[in-house]
């Protein structure tokens, strides 16, 4: 069992940055791949990025790519997502998820076991 919350979430100007971070409980997690989805207000939740249990592969949605950074330290029990130069269409709730399917269903956004309860991050035009 992994317990994960999210925290980092606010108010920021577009073209401003945040770091998200996600600290999971349970000593297994260093075993889990990692994601970061979103949700936007009326809109489905998407897939942001993903990074395996070493940390040693990572995956960007198109979206984001070049702009965010999704990054681990299994010694602290915690995933971070650095977004940077934020854009009004970033604007949603942010959760982080755990897997450990195969990387290939993963990074297409499938086979997470356990997600947070999400923070809010709101970009300003």
């Known amino acids: 069992q992994v317990q994960l919350v999210e925290s980092g979430g606010g108010l920021v100007q577009a073209g401003g940055s945040l770091r998200l971070s996600c600290a999971a409980s349970?000593?297994?997690?260093?075993?889990?791949?990692m994601g970061w989805f979103r949700q936007a207000p009326g809109k489905e939740r998407e897939f942001v990025a993903a990074?395996?249990?070493?940390?040693?592969?990572?995956y960007y949605a198109d979206s984001v790519k070049g702009r965010f950074n999704i990054s681990r330290d299994n010694a602290k029990n915690t995933v971070y997502l650095q977004m940077n130069s934020l854009k009004p269409e970033d604007t949603a709730v942010y959760y982080c998820a755990a897997g450990l399917d195969v990387w290939g269903r993963l990074v297409r956004g499938l086979g997470y076991d356990y997600w947070g309860q999400g923070t809010e991050v709101t970009v300003s035009s």
């Open positions: 349970g000593r297994t997690f260093s075993s889990y791949s």
């Open positions: 990074i395996t249990w070493s940390g040693g592969s990572t």
